[in-house]
């Protein structure tokens, strides 16, 4: 198994859950052409369609997330492959609690769900981290030991941060899915308007 | 980051979308074995087989003019690589509003969405080459600054023409889906009749 | 464009095609546990089993086909481009012409789809294979005039007796199912005894 | 065809079927917004999530052997590339069985189908490894024979189990059900916990 087979593999998987998730989009039923119905038709897909988008930023946030780790990764172990297809594993299931979500938005044990699949592929990715860039030599060793806590610091915060958001459903749900939505543009939009311009590759 | 993996990625979902527009072609149902009962099923299945196949070529031109650009690109950025993310949303929304257009050809709202979602395509595509070949040197600069005017001209024209059409919609419904339907021949055709045998490739 | 990109498209689309034709096989309905009502389900299961098993190694012979040609393509141009995606254009009408003939495999109609479908596919995979050898030099030019004019008559006759094959179904379905499920056999079963344990890679 | 392109093909649909295994998980109906409602949802759910999670793994254990034998492959032959596809084929087939075992996991036909599967898909495999490392030289010569007769000992073994777990369902279902769920993790624990930190690639 080497690097780059892992790499593909889980290229193909997130190209593949990232494309599934818009399967969850049904084309709803109109009565007649009027603007009326449309926008009637539209608005009862609100639901599925946002959660359709944020989805597809979470998980391509995790998808940048892993390359940058492989990235910087040179060998394989049977640990880490294993890691890797339990992240997997969790990022499998968000088509399915999208289209969850999507179809019981007001519900608080169906909206905590998603946040709690984060919180454990946020976990397991963390895991993949640390095996990688603490346990083993699998990358090398260029981290000091206060970069390696800090980042450890802010795996478990990332998790901490998603339970919570998982406990607010209970206190009211559009708490927890304003949080579900912002999370991802948090993370993108600064990234987007950086204008950091040099290149991510060597 | 590598532009491999942006690469690679890319034709993965691509490939993937295109595949999954023909998951809207349903199985009509035919009441017996006659040539009657079986033309009228493959007439009802028309408008979605005509769906299909305009939204199959109009998704494989977005492919080659995606590959002709990161071809020539030789790093990549956070913000790059946040722009191919936003193209592949929009390319994944295309199944679902062939899905659509193949049920209710004839309502305008309904129409003009497909236009509409080229449009931001486009839109995308074009920031995309712009971010690459004019704002940062991502790709090697060899275009003149005309060239470069030109092409940004011929995007811009690209979506105010996929904004008429739909637009038209509210006109003629026919008119948008001739458009659609015939804008990608009048792409794919002069390429190949043009007997420009040199190869693409170095 | 570089092969390399066409190449791995190409396998990506193959690789979904042949995975989307399970999707076609749906859990029937059992009433209790009994082997009568098991059997009777799986009897009712069977046309869809078949057309999934022929259809798979059907594709998986043009993948082959496919691989061969674009082996020792050195390079690619427009139109290559364009007639690789109009053979996986046809290729993707496969799953769904499974599921048609899965669904009413005695109607005339319906089957003769499917060898039309094929004969298509061959005659695009027959112009690519031409483009390449006979009109341009994108693959070295090592074959006689009489191999050449031998390629040329032996995929006109693929495409005749998938058309005759066509044909037949309006005489007697079951002679084209069995000729379709026949064919794919007669391909696999001989390179498999042939026993030619010299590799395929240089 | 080169071994990369089968790596790659072979990557590719397993990449796909186990995402295919999620499009199983249909979203359940919820009456209202209650504890109970959710709770008794979710237990109907858990045979469909329960054949979710071993297949996932239980695919995931034969792409990681898959990749162990191909690893050590130097060159393709045809016959290898057909054991391939028929390894694929079988692979295909999991989706269809995860959701028949998720929808009737008390049957005990349908619960035997899947160690039948799991049999075939092991004999296939083991041919493949017998094809490359036994009877011609596509692996290089590295293992002694009483390695040889260990592995083909051991693939045998797999088989046998598997036919045997098969065979239990007629017994009693739930015992095969245990077979199948602890199964994987007999593979996986181990290899996990080993904390052999030697990387798998040179």
Chains 1, 2, 3, 4 share one sequence.
């Not at 044990?109 to 083993?136: E, G």
């Not at 912002?182 to 311009?197: A, D, G, I, R």
Request: hydrophobic content about 55%.
């Amino acid at each position: 198994m080497t690097k780059n087979r892992l790499e593909a593999f889980s290229d193909g998987m997130f190209a593949i859950i990232l494309t599934v998730l818009v399967l969850e989009l049904q084309v709803p039923h109109l009565e007649n052409n009027t603007l009326a119905v449309f926008v009637g038709a539209m608005s009862g897909l609100l639901p599925k369609l946002l959660s359709f988008v944020f989805s597809f930023f979470i998980i391509a946030i995790f998808w940048v997330n892993h390359h940058h780790i492989v990235h910087q990764i040179e060998k394989v172990d049977a640990k880490l492959l294993w890691l890797n297809n339990a992240l997997l594993f969790f990022a499998c299931l968000f088509p399915f609690l999208t289209a969850f979500i999507g179809d019981y938005p007001t519900n608080p044990f169906v909206v905590a769900l998603y946040p709690i699949n984060m919180a454990l592929s946020s976990m397991v990715l963390s895991a993949f981290w640390k095996h990688a860039f603490v346990n083993t030599t699998l990358a090398p060793n260029k981290l000091t030991q206060a970069q390696k806590q800090k980042r450890i610091r802010q795996d478990g915060m990332s998790t901490a941060i998603n339970l919570f958001a998982a406990a607010l459903a209970f206190v009211w749900v559009p708490i927890t899915l304003v949080i579900i939505t912002v999370m991802p543009l948090l993370f993108v939009v600064p990234e987007f308007l950086s204008n950091k311009t040099e290149a991510l590759q060597e």
